[in-house]
T-cell receptor
Framework: GEDVEQSLFLSVREGDSSVINCTYT??????LYWYKQEPGAGLQLLTY?????DMKQDQRLTVLLNKKDKHLSLRIADTQTGDSAIYFC???????????FGTGTRLKVLA | DTGVSQDPRHKITKRGQNVTFRCDPI?????LYWYRQTLGQGPEFLTY????????KSRLLSDRFSAERPKGSFSTLEIQRTEQGDSAMYLC?????????????FGAGSRLTVL
């Protein structure tokens, strides 16, 4: 199938770490992506990881990839109220040009 | 370059009318995508262009939907005989390779409401 699955909601306190999880479908995906969407806006690329990597760190963001379990996670350190948004993971569907997005995880940061 | 521009941002129409959306991608991007997003869902792929060629179209797309990219620059998405189920946000994205990854840059979207 082509479902990319994510939990729907996550609530954290300001200053804590947030971990957003994603399960993807295609073990041959070369790159996996995380996008952020704020209210009324389009999606903005946050980061991506190449499939031969287990981890990628980019400032407050850490991406972990478990290829065996087809599991991707995004950790946001020192979460701020400005991080409140919907986060989507995405992969390219095999043999096509299209990118499949998960249903999104709505992150709410409590002050 | 101001990024990916979409017009109009909002469109309200009556059922049965035709609507057209325009997307201006980032100028050096030859890849262009249309997606549809409904409330509480992730973006759903509609179609893909490489330059002026439409290389992929979703099987979910009915024949009321048509997209063009005549000169390989801007693109239009037309919906004929709109139905209430067409109400959604229509997102356009263009892309370029960044360190081997194909990074999509999205516009802010065109929100369609069909009454």
């Amino acid at each position: 199938g082509e479902d990319v699955e994510q939990s729907l909601f996550l609530s954290v306190r300001e200053g804590d770490s947030s971990v957003i999880n994603c399960t993807y479908t295609d073990s041959s995906s070369t790159y996996l992506y995380w996008y952020k969407q704020e209210p009324g806006a389009g999606l903005q690329l946050l980061t991506y990881i190449f499939s031969n990597m287990d981890m990628k760190q980019d400032q407050r963001l850490t991406v972990l990839l478990n290829k065996k379990d087809k599991h991707l996670s995004l950790r946001i350190a020192d979460t701020q109220t400005g991080d409140s948004a919907i986060y989507f993971c995405a992969e390219r569907a095999p043999g096509t040009y299209k990118y499949i997005f998960g249903t999104g995880t709505r992150l709410k940061v409590l002050a | 370059d101001t990024g990916v521009s979409q017009d109009p941002r909002h469109k309200i129409t009556k059922r049965g009318q035709n609507v057209t959306f325009r997307c201006d991608p980032i100028s050096e991007h030859n890849r262009l995508y249309w997606y549809r997003q409904t409330l509480g869902q992730g973006p759903e792929f509609l179609t893909y262009f490489q330059n002026e060629a439409q290389l992929e179209k979703s099987r979910l797309l009915s024949d009321r939907f048509s997209a063009e990219r005549p000169k390989g620059s801007f693109s239009t998405l037309e919906i004929q005989r709109t139905e209430q189920g067409d109400s959604a946000m229509y997102l356009c994205a263009s892309s370029a390779q960044v360190d081997g990854a194909n990074v999509l840059t999205f516009g802010a979207g065109s929100r369609l409401t069909v009454l």
